[in-house]
């Protein structure tokens, strides 16, 4: 139990354009879904924390308006970073956590962007 | 905010023997500490976790033990195997939102066979 998918696992943009990344929760409701970016040989940064039908609170630093966050259901989320550029290339990885042990994330696979 | 420090950054240790990481967190208010196992390119994988309410959790051959005075919390694997090796991530729980949580920089784990 506790499957959380992403999608996709890996892309490659020109610099300017948006790139939407759908994470899921397959086997249980997800109340509350994290975004964190992992650079090479770091540690993972959250970005944004979002909860079901409402807005997504983001950590200071990260901008709002740059990385748009939907989490339209119980079991999806999605980031879009919008108008991308060569220093937003990294790993984005999705966590979410359940009704149940509300403190215990279940990560993604990740997803690896390349901007060129 | 919570702050999380890990040492050490890297560790090599022989197949069989111990390895011990140690985490420091500032928030006293946090309640919530999980390790994770991360593979190169791969989601991080929860091994064990423990809350503010116990001392010490054990499972198999890894453990974890919290001094909720000192604000510090380790992670020891007994008997390491080759397949042990991966980097491993402590994590405390913030209070800037429900159940955040703030990971530290990261423990690169080697067991030489």
Same mark, same amino acid.
């Given at each position: ?116 | ?11 090599? /240790?022989? *197949?069989?023997?111990?390895?011990? +990481?140690?985490? @420091?967190?500032?928030?006293? #208010? ?23 309410? /116990?001392? *010490?959790?054990?499972?198999?051959? +890894?453990?974890? @033990?919290?001094?909720?005075? #000192? ?23 913030? /209070? ?18």
């Amino acid at each position: 139990g506790a499957v959380v998918s992403q999608h996709p696992s890996r892309v490659i943009c020109k610099s300017g354009t948006s790139v939407k990344i759908e994470c899921r929760s397959l086997d249980f409701q997800a109340t509350t879904m994290f975004w964190y970016r992992q650079f090479p040989k770091q540690s993972l940064m959250l970005m944004a924390t979002s909860n079901e039908g409402s807005k997504a609170t983001y950590e200071q630093g990260v901008e709002k308006d740059k990385f748009l966050i939907n989490h339209a259901s119980l079991t999806l989320s999605t980031l879009t970073v919008t108008s991308a550029h060569p220093e937003d290339s990294s790993f984005y990885i999705c966590s979410a956590t359940g009704t149940g042990r509300t403190d215990t994330q279940y990560f993604g696979p990740g997803t690896r962007l390349t901007v060129l | 905010g919570e702050n999380v420090e890990q040492h050490p950054s890297t560790l090599s /240790v022989q *197949e069989g023997d111990s390895a011990v +990481i140690k985490c @420091t967190y500032s928030d006293s #208010a946090s309640n919530y500490f999980p390790w994770y196992k991360q593979e190169l390119g791969k989601r991080p994988q929860l091994i064990i976790d423990i809350r503010s309410n /116990v001392g *010490e959790k054990k499972d198999q051959r +890894i453990a974890v @033990t919290l001094n909720k005075t #000192a604000k510090h919390f380790s992670l020891h694997i007994t008997e390491t195997q080759p397949e042990d090796s991966a980097v491993y991530f402590c994590a405390a729980s913030g /209070v800037t939102g429900a159940n955040n949580l703030f990971f530290g920089t990261g423990t690169r784990l080697t067991v030489i066979p």
